[in-house]
């Protein structure tokens, strides 16, 4: 009797422990602030355009190297618009030259 009473109240810890962890997970990667700098960050502290940009944007032929050596840019300049169609892939020289046009006007 004690045996399977210790026996499912295993299970009930394992799968407690796994609907924790997805819910925990679940509220991380959607609780959204805004970080010193403006940029829209999870509760894991990624940040979200990088986040959509990875997810949607960036495909290997078009990017050879690896994600993290990309920048990427906001189209409209606003820092909280992170929709995919306004967020552009770039290479640090890339994106240094089209914000170095903006000074100029
Ligand atoms: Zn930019």
Do not use: C
Not at 4 to 24: K, P
């Amino acid at each position: 009797m004690e045996f399977i009473f210790f026996g499912l109240l295993m299970w009930g810890v394992i799968i407690g422990a796994i609907i924790w962890w997805i819910h925990h997970d679940y509220k991380l990667k959607n609780t959204i602030h805004l970080d010193h700098r403006g940029y829209e960050r999870d509760g894991y502290g990624t940040l979200i355009h990088r986040r959509v940009a990875w997810k949607y944007l960036y495909s290997y032929p078009k990017y050879p190297q690896r994600f993290g050596s990309y920048d990427v840019h906001h189209i409209d300049r606003n820092k909280r618009n992170n929709s995919p169609d306004n967020l552009q892939i770039l290479t640090r020289a890339e994106h240094r030259a089209e914000h170095r046009a903006e000074h100029r006007l």
